[in-house]
């Protein structure tokens, strides 16, 4: 690839109106202002969020503060290529990922350890502002770079989000995971696998992990879940109660939120328990919370993505080489396929865009 400094353009997979296919078009390459720097993507992974995007109405954008037209891609990992005035503390050629989400540093919230709560978040790279899907990248300040030294940056991108987003998960419940006890996932596909892996490695816990998938299910043993399930079965949560001995498990990780896995998960939820719904399918529980929670004492949370923090541990796992990350590589100009095979479901682990 030509060095922008000889280049005035650039490819960039972008939403160019709303409610809308995104097309590959040539940009500009930008230009990092004062505080400022600009990533040579290496790769940006795919997320499901990014198959949304296109279909949102543009009252809703208003609201988010998105901006028409923009990059698709948050989960970006690659080399510091430009630096802007004022900038100091990193070298040109640093190999870094990106944390995804975008935060104030100073709000509630943030102070609190929940900037992913930060009302910063809802406009960020690749959603409402310029994103990794395409050659170069600015970021408007340090705030999001994470230097990594064994990773190959190409690969980093998957855990800022979705790595990211399951160590988010695992920690928020790790603390009922002790020897003794009983962890669940439920969906062993990109961000269930990470968790399989933190739950392993944070915890001392016994992993059961449902599936409708055998393919995934085979997976999630090599990752070392103790026990697979059938998500099909029509006694499952039978099965899981004999499984821990009537006692039910003691954190339910539900990375698909449907209808069904929302029932399964309540029901099988032990005593002091905590239910955390991650999936996007827009379940409902069709029986009385208080009845189904009440006489146990449990707690249900549920969050978008992780924070700062998680992001760092995520990615340090990953430089250390101690998560497995299954990926499947797409040059840029191939975008629009991989966001189709994205679409049906066709990729295995983590699709990554490499330009």
Known sequence: MSDPRRSETMRAFRLTEWQASPALVEI?????GPGEVRIKVAGNGLCQSDLHMPELPPQMGEILGWQMPFTLGHEVGGWIDRLGA????????????????????SCHECDSGFD???????????????????????IESTRPLIPIEKLDPKLA?????AGTTSYHGVRRVADKLGPGRTALVIGAGGLGGFAIQYV???TEARLIVVDVAKDKLERAKALGADEVLDGKREDLAAEIMTLTEGRGCDAVLDFVGSDATIAN??????????????GA???????????????????????????????????????????????ELFDLDDAPTAFDRLSKGQIAGRGIIVP
Not at 157 to 161: M, N, S, Y
């Open 281 to 327: 399918e827009q379940g409902k529980l069709d029986m009385p919370l208080m009845g189904a929670l009440g006489g146990k004492n449990a707690s249900i949370i549920s969050f978008v993505g992780g924070t700062d923090a998680d992001t760092r541990a995520a990615v340090s796992l990953g430089d250390q080489g101690l998560l497995r990350n299954d990926v």
């Open 200 to 202: 392993k490695i944070l």
């Open 157 to 161: 991108g998957p855990l800022t989000d």
């Open 265 to 278: 998960g309540i029901t099988v939820l032990a005593k002091l328990g905590t239910y955390a719904v991650i």
């Open 86 to 105: 004022g900038v100091s503390g990193y070298e040109e050629g640093q190999a870094v990922a990106l944390v995804s989400t975008r935060s104030c540093g």
């Open 116 to 138: 992913n709560a930060c009302d910063m978040n809802q406009r960020g790279r690749g959603y409402g502002m310029n994103g990794g899907i395409a050659d170069y990248v600015v």
């Open 28 to 32: 500009p390459v930008p230009e990092p």
